[in-house]
């Protein structure tokens, strides 16, 4: 599996690759897992391919909530940041056609908007679904997506937020390079 992230390339041919940027032998580890989960999904049964089946009709139809639902302002970004932040958008998005419409409904929206001012950015993506469980056992996401997430704004230096309601959900991936220059009081 070949995974690129921070200007630098890595081969995953089954070893452990050791990674020098901060972040990076998180993603090469979280990548792997992604890969197991893809073979124990391939040797599965027939009932397993079945229900992917069926997820894949839900998948299609949530296209519409796409369709038009994306905005960016002018800039440019570093490929690197470009290659981990269209990583992030993927993620958010399947997140969002996963969790947000149990039941598919012709009103879906999923909207992304990218803002960029000088070195710093801000990405959103957002929801009209039913917004982030709340219930005991869910209190905090640590599926594979979700640390893939992290990581990757981990080593783009951006900062995860987010907002939840039953209308739906917004994730914030802000990065912003502000530094007070002004002294502290400790």
Same mark, same amino acid.
């Given at each position: 599996?070949?995974?690129?992230?921070?200007?630098?390339?890595?081969?995953?041919?089954?070893?452990?690759?050791?990674?020098? =940027?901060?972040?990076?032998?998180? /993603?090469?580890?979280?990548?792997?897992?992604?890969?197991?989960?893809?073979?124990?999904?391939?040797?599965?049964?027939?009932?397993? !391919? =079945?229900?992917?089946?069926?997820?894949?009709?839900?998948?299609?139809?949530?296209?519409?909530?796409?369709?038009?639902?994306?905005?960016?302002?002018?800039?440019?970004?570093?490929?690197?940041?470009?290659?981990?932040?269209?990583?992030?958008?993927?993620?958010?998005?399947?997140?969002?056609?996963?969790?947000? !419409?149990?039941?598919?409904?012709?009103?879906?929206?999923?909207?992304?908007? !990218?803002?960029?001012?000088?070195? =710093?950015?801000?990405?959103?993506?957002? =929801?009209?679904?039913?917004?982030?469980?709340?219930?005991?056992?869910?209190?905090?996401?640590?599926? /594979?997506?979700?640390?893939?997430?992290?990581?990757?704004?981990?080593?783009?230096?951006?900062?995860?937020?987010?907002?939840?309601?039953?209308?739906?959900?917004?994730?914030?991936?802000?990065?912003?390079? !502000?530094?007070?220059?002004?002294?502290?009081?400790?």
């Amino acid at each position: 599996m070949l995974l690129i992230a921070a200007g630098a390339v890595w081969w995953t041919g089954g070893a452990a690759v050791p990674a020098s =940027d901060a972040g990076a032998g998180e /993603l090469v580890a979280l990548t792997q897992a992604a890969r197991s989960q893809t073979r124990a999904v391939l040797a599965g049964s027939a009932e397993q !391919f =079945d229900a992917l089946a069926a997820r894949r009709a839900e998948v299609s139809s949530m296209r519409t909530a796409l369709a038009n639902n994306a905005a960016a302002s002018e800039g440019a970004l570093p490929s690197s940041h470009a290659v981990s932040v269209g990583l992030i958008v993927t993620e958010l998005i399947m997140n969002a056609i996963k969790y947000a !419409f149990p039941k598919a409904r012709t009103s879906a929206r999923i909207r992304v908007t !990218f803002e960029k001012a000088k070195s =710093d950015w801000k990405l959103s993506v957002s =929801d009209n679904g039913v917004g982030r469980s709340r219930h005991k056992d869910s209190a905090t996401s640590t599926g /594979l997506g979700t640390a893939l997430i992290g990581a990757l704004a981990k080593q783009l230096d951006a900062q995860i937020s987010e907002t939840s309601s039953p209308k739906g959900l917004t994730v914030h991936v802000t990065r912003s390079t !502000f530094e007070s220059r002004l002294p502290v009081a400790a």
